[in-house]
């Protein structure tokens, strides 16, 4: 008899970053190193599970934003010209370290890892790397579900619930696209939950949600089991709350398992220690530094000194870390179990780019666990879906607002550096429903105008920019994306109202914020009623 189940979550998201104006871009490259650091390591720890006959389960969300950057040919061109550099790279480390006892076989592990990267992109899936994520939901171990198109921070863009329509049936219809089925769950992006999501999305065909801790445990009425138990919504939707103990130990890098000495270090890279001379061209054209993901040192401790990195003490360490994870998961649903109804779920969910990225020695984690859980009788890996299905009764409550941010709710997206941009957000919302309502019928250069504007508004709305702005990292590059998405769009809404759209402009548009090809502006059409359209609407157009 289980006595409890365990659900790992992996959210899997990055803001739409495409630059096809720039020879190379420093923002592309986050899309490159997550899907050869963490992307591909997650695939083969799970193909590989499977191949053994390990019976795991796991929920894994990928954003629409990348999907379609992992759909789209020039970005798939651009990662395998990345590769070949970092495979070029490679060699010439193995090159430079030949002979060397200790660094010589951590070149050698790089360039095995770069090559099977290579062969898993180009070769086995002709560098549609969603269908590796297609097979795996195939086999049953994998459950897949979607998040808001652009990931947006839907409390803050809750003035207009059409916003928050968009925003969800536009990642709903893109993953119906890719997959050829409905996802029954959604991640909330940044776990941002306020009262009344749900109603939308019941109505979108959703069964379940995951929130923060507090949004689930501050519900109301209370939760009679807290968060090891999923409650049911006015909507009609499944809450299930996150589980503080499990994000601490992972998440934490002073507390949690990624802190520990014998794991690599990240901050420590050739790319910042060798000579230009010979790293520079695997740089930024600029000759800015940066990371390369060839690192051979350990965190070591907590002052600069650092020893080099041992590939073998690092996955003893990991294997020694799972086993840590299964030994208190199962006290801890030893003792919830004594006061429910129920074997407890534990709910785990991590960022995906925290495994091999931040923390390199994650996915090797995750395959240690998983063999370990699946010889154990006590404790069961399952997905939020399967959960559901045992079909155990739920209480019914209204969740708490809440988000999984710095405090709890809504202050990383809404400061002092940021406030600025909500009062823009709102009013372009409302001139694109006031554009969806007022065009009920379209076709051929309005249409597409209609469309264009709706993946404008879309992208100026992703959570990512204010996250950006409060964490000061690339604090003008989000600027400048928010502000040039805003201005596109004010661009083609006065354009569409005056009846002289510059196709040529938009043609140049659809070519570089080409996500979603099959956006429907429809999406975001007034819930109530036709919005009339005011006589002195162009006066107002600024």
């Excluded at 979108?204 to 209370?222: D, K």
Aim: with cysteine.
């Amino acid at each position: 008899m289980v006595k409890g189940y365990l659900a790992f979550v992996f959210h899997s998201h990055l803001p739409y970053v495409r630059h096809p104006e720039h020879k190379q871009s420093l923002e592309e490259k986050w899309f490159f190193e997550a899907i050869t650091e963490c992307y591909v390591p997650l695939i083969k720890v799970f193909q590989e599970l499977e191949r053994d006959h390990v019976d795991y389960s796991v929920t894994f969300s990928l954003s629409p934003t990348l999907l379609a950057m992992m759909e789209d040919p020039f970005l798939q061109e651009r990662y395998a010209a990345y590769l070949s550099r970092m495979q070029e790279l490679a060699c010439k480390e193995e090159e430079r370290t030949a002979g060397d006892p200790v660094f010589s076989p951590l070149a050698h592990m790089y360039r095995e890892r770069i090559d099977y990267t290579a062969y898993i992109f180009n070769e086995k899936y002709g560098r549609r790397i969603v269908e590796a994520f297609k097979e795996l939901q195939r086999g049953g171990n994998v459950e897949l579900i979607t998040s808001a198109a652009t990931h947006g921070f839907l409390p803050l863009l809750g003035i207009q619930k059409e916003a928050i329509y968009a925003q969800i049936a536009a990642g709903i219809e893109y993953y119906q696209k890719i997959f050829g089925n409905t996802p029954r769950g959604i991640w909330l992006p940044e776990c941002g939950y306020e009262s009344g999501l749900e109603d939308i999305m019941s109505e979108l065909g959703l069964h379940y949600f995951v929130t923060a801790t507090h949004g689930v445990l501050y519900a109301s009425p209370r939760p009679k089991y807290g968060v090891y138990s999923p409650i049911l919504t006015p909507g009609g939707l499944a809450a299930f709350g996150r589980d503080p103990e499990t994000s601490q130990q992972v998440w934490s890098s002073k507390e949690g398992y990624p802190g520990d000495y014998n794991y690599r270090e990240f901050y420590r890279d050739i790319g910042y220690d060798l000579d230009l001379d010979y790293i520079g061209e695997y740089l930024h054209p600029t000759g800015l530094r940066g990371n390369t993901g060839f690192k051979y040192y350990r965190i070591t401790g907590p002052s600069n000194h650092k020893e080099p990195y041992n590939r073998e003490w690092a996955l003893e360490k990991a294997r020694e870390h799972a086993g840590n994870f299964m030994f208190n998961r199962e006290k801890q649903v030893e003792y919830y179990g004594e006061i429910m109804d129920r074997p407890p779920l534990v709910v785990a969910p991590y960022d995906s780019e925290l495994f091999g990225h931040w923390w390199f020695e994650g996915p090797q984690w995750i395959d240690y666990l998983c063999r370990l859980i699946n010889k154990n009788q006590n404790i069961k890996l399952i997905t939020l879906g399967k959960y559901l299905e045992l079909q155990y009764p739920l209480q019914l409550c209204t969740p708490n607002a809440s988000s999984w941010g710095d405090k709890g709710y809504n202050e990383v997206w809404l400061n002092g550096k940021n406030d600025w941009i909500y009062r823009h957000l709102h009013k372009a919302g409302e001139k694109m429903i006031a554009l969806a309502t007022n065009f009920p019928k379209s076709e051929d250069i309005l249409r597409d105008a209609l469309n264009q504007a709706a993946r404008e508004l879309l992208l100026a709305q992703s959570s990512d920019w204010p996250f950006i702005m409060t964490t000061g990292t690339m604090d003008s590059y989000a600027k400048s994306r928010i502000t040039s998405h805003l201005i596109r769009f004010l661009k083609l809404e006065r354009q569409i109202w005056e009846n002289r759209i510059d196709v040529s402009w938009l043609r140049q548009l659809e070519a570089t914020d080409n996500l979603f090809p099959h956006l429907d502006y429809h999406l975001f059409q007034n819930l109530e009623q036709t919005v009339a359209v005011e006589k002195d609407k162009l006066a107002e157009i600024t």
